[in-house]
């Protein structure tokens, strides 16, 4: 045993004898007992005297303090006894590795999972774009549009940017998952559906479109020869000008593409800028309603058609106060009805700040008398070559179409014409060198341009020119002066329309 351990035994041994004295004394013990402190090292001791037993007071008190231990005595009178004392030592220093790994894990963690939130946003961003393509392919595929090398280029364009995440997607989770394997093959099937679609157009329809434009300049060129007298070709009217006696035919759709929103988005419209100053350099702009086909919040520019194909250099800016997809562009403004209000306002388009606002005297708003099949369109700006015009209802006119002349600055009325026809039985409308034209549903198919009124002479009638459409509802119909074309918002689909006039004047 160590000395330091032997003098603490026996100076508990000479304690007890003393207490023994002192108080009530017990019987003696035969065999000598030795006591040692909880905790301390275990060792093995030795010492001599006499056995030694606590008294009921104060020495009860002390032993209760110590572990009795056995011991024995040797040949030569020698006290030995043995204590195994246990390791009770608290582990602070692995509870603090433990506590900084158990951190160190928690950030590792927080960071994958939010990595994982964010490709679950963008699968989710793709996954509609799939539909999208899917969509347009299938529409395709029923060969009912004409479709040209510029489409297919664009659909190429998408997929590649969906394959290039899908790689991304892969090596970030360090393999691959069922979601993103399957996003793989779908993008894979895309892929060579649009060659195999694009390599017979190629074939087919683009050398059969090339060999009758053929045919028909043989023709003509027959037809020519057969008379002497060369019949009189009136040219087309110059674009911007009005010598010409009205609208008499209209083109099959072009379909442009979706709306870069997607296809949810089956509100809004879209058009070209005119400007009577530079009429060759109108942009384009396209401004889908938020899904509840009320709300104007987002809407974006283009300086060419290719941009706008490619969605490639667009200029997406925010306003918070349209409403309905009765929009305009007039020399690069933007015309819109304010949220809940019958007050029209002007934005400009180059700072996408309000220039002027008007209240437009007794229009109907809030849907009180908006057109057929489309809600919140009760006040609807139009643009011809004679300026901008807005189309709306009154009480007082009984829900039957107002044409109003407005100043493009000041937006102030400068001449006010009352129709005959009821606006909610009509689908749309538009001007064309101040004549009005309305548009009602004849099928999930076609409409028909079936109205007109013209404010250069007070005179309104019926027409029939059938109009083909992609999707069930016309959302809003736009006119450009300069390249005579309609921009037509169906479905969410953009698609533009040639118009033709009457070339003699009547």
């Not at 000479?14 to 000598?32: E, V, Y």
């Not at 349209?322 to 388009?349: C, K």
């Amino acid at each position: 045993m160590r000395p330091g351990l032997s003098f603490l035994l026996a100076l508990l041994f000479f304690l007890g004898q003393a207490a023994g004295d002192l108080g009530d004394a017990g019987p003696p013990i035969p065999s000598p007992s030795f006591s040692t402190f909880p905790g301390v090292d275990s060792g093995s001791s030795s010492m001599s005297g006499s056995s030694y037993n606590g008294s009921s007071g104060s020495r009860g008190s002390v032993s209760q303090l110590f572990s009795n231990v056995t011991g024995s005595v040797d040949d030569r009178g020698t006290c030995q006894c043995s204590v195994f004392l246990p390791d009770t030592t608290f582990p602070v220093d692995r509870v603090e590795r433990l506590e900084f790994t158990a951190h160190v894990l928690s950030q590792k963690f927080e960071k994958e999972l939010s990595k994982v939130k964010e490709y679950v946003k963008l699968i989710s961003v793709y996954e509609k774009k799939l539909l999208n393509l899917t969509v347009r392919i299938e529409i395709m595929e029923k060969d009912t549009i004409s479709y040209t090398e510029l489409d297919f280029e664009l659909i190429k364009v998408e997929v590649k940017e969906m394959a290039k995440l899908v790689v991304q997607l892969k090596e970030s989770f360090g393999g691959s998952s069922e979601i993103v394997d399957q996003l793989e093959v779908e993008i894979r099937n895309i892929t060579l559906l649009v060659e195999k679609l694009e390599t017979l157009d190629k074939n087919n329809v683009l050398a059969i479109r090339r060999e009758i434009v053929a045919l028909k300049t043989k023709l003509k060129e027959c037809e020519a020869s057969k008379s002497q007298n060369t019949p009189v070709v009136h040219p087309s009217p110059a674009p911007g000008s009005c010598a010409h006696g009205g609208v008499v035919n209209i083109s099959k759709p072009s379909v442009v593409q979706l709306n870069w929103r997607g296809f949810s988005y089956r509100y809004g419209a879209w058009g070209r800028d005119y400007s009577p100053q530079h009429p060759n350099k109108g942009l384009y702009w396209v401004a889908p309603l938020n899904t509840d086909g009320r709300l104007l919040e987002y809407y974006r520019l283009y300086n060419t058609l290719d941009d706008l194909l490619l969605y490639a250099n667009a200029r997406e800016l925010r306003i918070t106060y349209g409403q309905g997809s009765g929009t305009a562009v007039y020399n690069n403004n933007m015309y819109i009805n304010m949220y809940n209000t019958r007050n029209i306002a002007r934005v400009n388009l180059t700072t996408n700040t309000i220039a002027v606002t008007q209240t437009l005297p007794n229009a109907a708003y809030n849907n009180r008398f908006s057109y057929a099949n489309v809600a919140w369109q009760d006040i609807d700006f139009a643009v011809d070559e004679n300026g901008l015009w807005v189309i709306y209802s009154t009480e007082a006119s009984t829900g039957n179409m107002v044409i109003s002349k407005l100043n493009d600055t000041t937006l102030q009325v400068l001449n006010t014409w009352y129709t005959k026809q009821y606006k909610p039985s009509a689908s749309n409308a538009f001007m064309v060198c101040g004549v009005l034209y309305a548009t009602r549903t004849l099928n999930t198919r076609t409409e028909e341009i079936f109205y007109y009124y013209d404010t250069n002479t007070g005179k309104e009638g019926k027409l029939d020119i059938v109009v083909q459409k992609m999707q069930e509802n016309v959302q809003s119909i736009n006119y450009n002066p300069f390249d005579r074309k309609l921009y037509v918002y169906n479905n969410g689909y953009l698609l533009n329309y040639d118009l033709f006039v009457l070339q003699n004047p009547q």
